[in-house]
């Protein structure tokens, strides 16, 4: 399968991604060492300016739009959060008009962070997925430029991140990565094949969200009725054709997670790195710890894919519990 780029177009898009993220840090955590036997080397892409990886995506996307067609009339998504303030915050340094579409009921906080960018926002859609039909819809009739959550120069964007990453850890045997629309997994597993790493890239989903994992097994696209699970950004029903395949070459297995687990792991890396984090952010090390046991010995990397969590949620875990969708 040819790669979705080479590693001279990744370079290139670092001048685009620097306007706005810094490389992020990855640390090796003692305490999660010994709670989990492993050494655990921590991706912090929550220490972005949006709090999440996503951030380093739209940027990209929309720079590349506008150097082979010029500048969009205007840029319109379909998000749960995180694409939704990297889209924000991309228009708003490239000064272009943006719009997102929501779901009923979606993160009050990540609706907030939205506006504070300088987004308007539309609630429309019981989940992502209706939202983004409206959202295609609203870019035809309006002239706007539509981003969507996966595409060639979303996923080069965000493969920064996963140079940065096996460059300063060439020798990681395992990684876990949440699965979204698929964007980062995607990019994890076309950086390491370009750099001739022989890392095994394992992506995780949660068991309220299973289409990437239905599809993975199946061979083929499998949609579900609903994705109701508090980590937002794995909340998806229609996996994308192109990132099903990359995924299916290049990863093994796709490991579910369960709310619980999850809210288990906010609560580890609240403990053991300080870091609070999204649903998405935690499953990584949810799935970490169902491997634990086969992974002595190895040197294994988590992303912590983004920090963006409602304080009601934070409580509830905090407290013990796991939020209800």
């Not at 097994?217 to 990359?246: H, N, S, W, Y």
């Not at 998405?280 to 894919?305: E, N, V």
Request: net charge neutral; hydrophobic share 40%.
């Amino acid at each position: 399968m040819t790669a979705l780029f080479t590693l001279e177009e990744l370079e290139s898009v670092f001048p685009i991604v620097r306007q706005l993220v810094p490389e992020t840090p990855s640390y090796p955590w003692p305490l999660l060492q010994q709670r989990f036997g492993v050494e655990i080397v921590v991706k912090h892409e929550n220490h972005t300016p949006i709090g999440a990886f996503k951030a380093r995506s739209s940027i990209t996307f929309i720079q590349k739009h506008i150097e082979a067609n010029g500048r969009p009339k205007g840029a319109i998504s379909a998000t749960r959060g995180n694409h939704g303030q990297s889209l924000a915050l991309a228009a708003r340094t490239l000064g272009i008009p943006v719009t997102l579409v929501v779901p009923e009921g979606n993160a009050e906080g990540k609706n907030r962070a939205m506006r504070a960018f300088g987004a308007e926002l539309i609630v429309d859609g019981r989940d992502f997925d209706i939202s983004r039909r409206t959202a295609e819809q609203i870019a035809r009739e309006s002239n706007y430029l539509m981003v969507p959550s996966f595409h060639k120069n979303i996923v080069l964007g965000v493969a920064t991140y996963a140079l940065e990453f096996f460059r300063k850890h060439p020798d990681l045997d395992v990684v876990y990565v949440p699965v979204g629309m698929g964007s980062g997994a995607c990019a994890l597993i076309t950086v390491r094949d370009l750099l001739g790493l022989r890392t095994e890239i394992v992506p995780v989903v949660s068991e309220n969200a299973p289409a990437y994992k239905l599809s993975h097994e199946a061979g083929k696209i499998i949609t579900t009725e609903t994705a109701k699970t508090f980590a937002d950004g794995m909340a998806c029903r229609e996996p994308v054709q192109q990132a099903l395949d990359i995924l299916r070459m290049g990863a093994e297995r796709i490991i579910t997670v369960s709310e619980d687990e999850m809210a288990e792991a906010i609560r580890n890396l609240f403990a053991d790195t300080h870091n609070m984090v999204e649903g998405a952010a935690a499953a990584p090390l949810a799935a970490l710890k169902r491997d634990a046991h086969r992974l002595k010995g190895k040197k294994a990397g988590i992303i912590l894919s983004g920090g963006n969590i409602d304080e009601s949620s934070v409580q509830t875990i905090l407290s013990g519990g796991t939020p209800i969708v």
